[in-house]
């Protein structure tokens, strides 16, 4: 039974079964958002859901009956976890308080799909070990985006109100700026005045009923300082910034690629298979780079004794 078990949760039919409800899932779940549909085939909806939850189980069942009387080891992947409390999710009774959670675990079956494509749990999986440096980038993000507001508080608010009235104000349109949505128009207000360009979102401010600040039409502006700040701000904060969010997620991907390559590679050896030649190559260079670590660390340590040395 247990080796039965083993064959079909690795087998590549079971694979694409599963995968197959999980499309199913998230197929029905949008189709629930249409009242018409509902109405009509609510009954068919229902049974379809019922069915796709039952297979759900039937792979926990076997997933969990591979493992034996250590059938508790289930629990040890995170993405089989993941998995359980959706589905345990699902049988919350449709009718009560549970109802808005049970609509949010049809929604969140969907997602199933990290758990069955390995190439999207090495994404996810490179996302969470790039958070720590996400979070550095982030404080470094924040830190430019606070400067330039207080920047343009101080430069912009008299003529320009509307988008740097203040520091949270200042600090929305500069995020607008960032994702580069008409920041152009904002830029042109400030280089040759509100009264001259007025723009889209400032004429609207002044024909307001409610506006209680106008922009000062005498107001002194300068197109150099204008287009120094606003070009400034849009390399730095959009260009660089994102390169280097983009960078530090490509350099997790790579780790989590390295580090799935080099622990199939283990269970391989472990379960007596011969490695494949890719595979050894693989190997021969990570030995080869951690190598040519050890040398480079030795001969600087040789330097630093021989610098030492001299200087006594």
Sequence with gaps: ??????????????????????????????????????????????????????????????????????????????????????????????????????????????????????????????????????????????????????????????????????????????????????WTDIMYINMYGSSNYPGPDLQAYMDSSNASIDPNPDAQVSPLVGALFFGSFVMIGTMIMLNLFIGVILNSMDETANERKKEALLARRESGQAPSFAEDVDDLHDQIEKLSEGLTKLKLRIELAQNNGIER
């Design 1 to 182: 039974m247990i080796e039965f078990c083993q064959k079909t949760q690795d087998a590549s039919w079971f694979k694409n079964v599963i995968l197959a409800f999980i499309l199913l899932a998230a197929v029905g779940v949008g189709l629930e958002t249409y009242p018409n549909i509902v109405e009509q085939y609510g009954n068919l909806l229902s049974i379809v859901n019922w069915v796709i939850i039952a297979v759900f189980v039937v792979e926990i069942i076997i997933k969990m009956a591979a493992h034996g009387r250590h059938w508790y080891r289930y629990f040890y992947d995170p993405w089989n976890v993941f998995d359980f409390l959706i589905v345990a999710v699902c049988f919350l009774p449709g009718d009560t308080s549970f109802a808005a959670v049970l609509r949010l675990a049809r929604v969140l079956r969907a997602l199933r799909l990290m758990t069955a494509l390995p190439q999207l749990q090495l994404i996810v999986g490179a996302l969470i070990k790039s958070i720590p440096s996400l979070g550095f980038v982030g404080v470094l993000l924040f830190l430019n985006f606070y400067v330039y507001a207080v920047m343009g508080v101080f430069l912009f608010r008299e003529n320009d109100p509307t988008h740097f009235q203040d520091l949270p104000t200042a600090m929305l349109s500069l995020f607008r700026i960032a994702t580069l949505e008409d």
